[in-house]
């Protein structure tokens, strides 16, 4: 199973836009897909119409109380989609975690082996707290949404900076992905300029797609539904089937791996 984190510290970047619609759209092209929710906030279990009455066991569990990832994952109406779902309780966790040894490490034990899937997407909260650093344990690359504006720029160096510590100390195999621009409008001449600075230091680092503004892409968490299936012909939908598409042609061929 390949293992994605999806982070970046800084809020309204269209992270979890991201992590459900990419989730869909490798399940859609007949990915084996499973979603982690690692956000207290859990949109993205909302974002695929789970509600919190349905989270019965949640990403919580696996992290304090080292219940198998089995036992906590919903399907969901997307076929090929499951989802370990978060909780409000999980914004205790990094509490309860704090004096235990391997508190970088729960993610990742619960991880291993073969859970059925052919990949895993974690959808991180919006900072670089335990819980994150449980995810870049855990996984085997990050993908990274950033937003076109010039302080995400600021971010990134800090998540990057990140990055290198957890590779010297907890995952030496993390890499990166990709870069994902979001929230991509051509009419504003910063957004062409961030793009332009973005990838000269990064090159190819950085995806050829791009993610527009687009009200659909807002509308759809609430109908609990992602918006390639809201409205998988409108402008978000078609750059997330593309990302999605540029994804798989980075990824190992190799997708059923402990």
Same mark, same amino acid.
Request: hydrophobic fraction near 40%; glycine fraction near 6%.
């Given at each position: 199973?390949?293992?994605? &984190?999806?982070?970046?510290?800084?809020?309204?970047?269209?992270?979890?836009?991201?992590?459900?619609?990419? %989730?869909?759209?490798?399940? &859609?092209?007949?990915?084996? $897909?499973?979603?982690?929710?690692?956000?207290? *906030?859990?949109?993205? @279990? $909302?974002?695929?119409?789970?509600?919190? @009455?349905?989270?019965?066991?949640?990403?919580?569990?696996?992290?304090?109380?080292?219940?198998?990832?089995?036992?906590?994952?919903?399907?969901? %109406?997307?076929?090929?989609?499951?989802?370990?779902?978060?909780?409000?309780?999980? @914004?205790?966790?990094?509490?309860?975690?704090?004096?235990?040894?391997?508190?970088?490490?729960?993610?990742?034990?619960?991880?291993?082996?073969?859970?059925?899937?052919?990949?895993?997407?974690?959808?991180?909260?919006?900072?670089?707290? /335990?819980?994150?650093?449980?995810?870049?344990?855990?996984?085997?690359?990050?993908?990274?949404?950033?937003?076109?504006?010039?302080?995400?720029?600021?971010? /990134?160096? *800090?998540?990057? *900076?990140?990055?290198?510590?957890? !590779?010297?100390?907890?995952?030496?195999? /993390?890499?990166?992905?990709?870069?994902?621009?979001?929230?991509?409008?051509?009419?504003?001449?910063?957004?062409?300029?961030?793009?332009?600075?973005?990838?000269?230091?990064?090159? !190819?680092? +950085?995806?050829?797609?791009?993610?527009?503004?687009? +009200?659909?892409?807002?509308?759809?968490? @609430?109908?609990?539904?992602?918006?390639?299936?809201?409205?998988? &012909?409108?402008?978000?939908?078609?750059?997330?089937?593309?990302?999605?598409?540029?994804?798989?042609?980075?990824?190992?061929?190799?997708?059923?791996?402990?």
């Amino acid at each position: 199973m390949i293992r994605i &984190a999806i982070a970046n510290q800084k809020g309204g970047v269209g992270k979890t836009t991201t992590a459900i619609n990419v %989730s869909t759209a490798l399940a &859609a092209t007949g990915w084996k $897909t499973l979603m982690i929710d690692l956000d207290p *906030q859990g949109n993205a @279990s $909302t974002g695929v119409g789970i509600s919190a @009455s349905e989270r019965d066991a949640s990403s919580y569990d696996v992290l304090v109380d080292r219940t198998p990832v089995t036992d906590c994952v919903i399907p969901t %109406s997307i076929p090929g989609l499951d989802l370990l779902p978060a909780t409000v309780d999980l @914004s205790g966790a990094e509490v309860e975690l704090v004096n235990e040894d391997d508190r970088a490490h729960r993610l990742q034990h619960a991880l291993r082996g073969d859970l059925g899937y052919d990949v895993c997407l974690i959808d991180c909260p919006p900072s670089l707290g /335990l819980l994150t650093l449980n995810a870049l344990t855990a996984a085997d690359t990050l993908l990274v949404p950033l937003q076109c504006e010039f302080f995400a720029l600021e971010g /990134l160096s *800090q998540l990057l *900076q990140t990055v290198d510590r957890v !590779q010297q100390r907890f995952n030496p195999d /993390l890499g990166i992905i990709g870069i994902a621009l979001t929230m991509f409008d051509r009419r504003n001449r910063l957004t062409d300029q961030v793009s332009e600075d973005v990838r000269s230091c990064l090159g !190819q680092l +950085v995806f050829e797609t791009t993610i527009p503004r687009n +009200v659909r892409l807002s509308e759809a968490p @609430s109908h609990g539904v992602p918006a390639l299936i809201y409205d998988h &012909a409108c402008a978000g939908s078609r750059a997330y089937m593309a990302l999605a598409r540029e994804l798989i042609t980075r990824l190992p061929e190799k997708r059923k791996a402990a």
